[in-house]
């Protein structure tokens, strides 16, 4: 996501993700946006309403801001969501899972913005790739990420194996349902 990065694709990659994610609805300065992984916003308060480590802080010159905060395989500590809203009041907050799963902590979903590795963020990669055609290097690792985001989310590569899944699930219905139950 930095236009900074390594990667050589400049604002390429962050204007993708915002058009995916937030479609046409967030107005970031992709030219001035840096990113901070692993922000350190303060000892975590008695109340738990402040402080913490937040995953990924991308913003501005503006100081337009989104953070994301990355679930997978880790639980969620207590007013996690709230304190990044309470440290950025202005953020979007996206709440990253495998799958797309809300926050089990009972946030309001006014509050964040759920999106899954196995849609947004593989939609990202793959795009993101097709604009690295030029640099082999990037495009591989980012198919390679795509493949580990398949293998994560439990999807199948091959589309013609799935179909024949899907309709042979549907052609015998009631048995696939006794399977699936047991």
């Not at 962050?14 to 946006?33: P, Q």
């Amino acid at each position: 996501l930095n236009p900074k990065g390594n990667h050589s694709l400049e604002e390429k990659p962050l204007r993708l993700f915002v058009k995916i994610v937030f479609g046409e609805e967030f107005d970031i300065d992709y030219v001035s946006s840096f990113c901070h992984k692993e922000q350190h916003i303060g000892l975590i308060n008695e109340n738990k309403t402040e402080g913490g480590r937040i995953d990924l802080v991308v913003r501005d010159k503006k100081k337009t801001v989104f953070v994301i905060e990355n679930k997978i395989y880790a639980s969620e500590q207590k007013n996690q969501l709230m304190r990044y809203k309470n440290a950025y009041p202005q953020a979007k907050i996206l709440y990253l899972t495998l799958e797309g799963e809300e926050s089990k902590l009972h946030y309001n979903q006014n509050d964040y913005k759920i999106i899954s590795y196995k849609e947004d963020i593989l939609n990202w990669i793959e795009v993101c790739a097709k604009e690295a055609f030029d640099k082999p290097m990037v495009r591989e690792i980012l198919n390679q990420y795509a493949y580990l985001i398949r293998k994560l989310t439990n999807q199948t590569t091959n589309t013609e194996m799935k179909e024949e899944i899907q309709k042979i699930i549907n052609e015998n219905y009631l048995e696939s349902s006794e399977i699936y139950k047991n």
